[in-house]
């Protein structure tokens, strides 16, 4: 077996603007090296409001998934807030593997990052 069922991404941010023809945003890109899909459930927590936690998303078996979060709707079609400190929590009903990235085009200068999310179990 590879790959934990929980992941923690302490640190998210989605910019409120982008300039260029890139759009700021993260992804949690997920690989799935097991023989059973993964579903997903990711919960977003804030410094000063509820988390909100009805965010789904799945990884297939043998395959890898990119959740861009600008694009991600919870069950209810609720976007991730723009501009709002966030940490995240991924559980899911398979091992899989979790890294995060985020693409930041406020300035003219693009900058890209990308880490390992923290396994719990």
């Known amino acids: 077996m590879v790959g934990k069922t929980t992941w923690l991404i302490p ?3 989605l910019p ?19 023989d ?7 919960t977003f927590y804030f410094e ?4 909100m936690d009805r965010f789904r998303a799945s990884c297939g078996a043998r395959r890898t998934h990119h959740i861009r979060l600008d694009r ?3 069950e209810d079609g609720h976007p991730v807030p723009l501009g709002v400190p966030y ?3 991924v559980e899911s009903s398979a091992p899989v593997i979790v890294q995060h990235s985020r693409l930041d085009t406020t300035q003219e200068a693009l900058a890209l990052f990308t880490t390992m999310a923290y396994p719990v179990d």
Request: overall charge negative.
């Open 11 to 13: 640190d998210g941010f």
């Open 16 to 34: 409120p603007k982008s300039t260029g023809e890139h759009v700021s945003h993260e992804a949690v890109c997920v690989l799935n090296v097991g």
């Open 36 to 42: 059973a899909d993964a579903e997903l459930r990711l």
């Open 48 to 51: 000063d409001r509820e988390p």
């Open 72 to 74: 991600l709707r919870d």
């Open 87 to 89: 940490a995240i929590r």
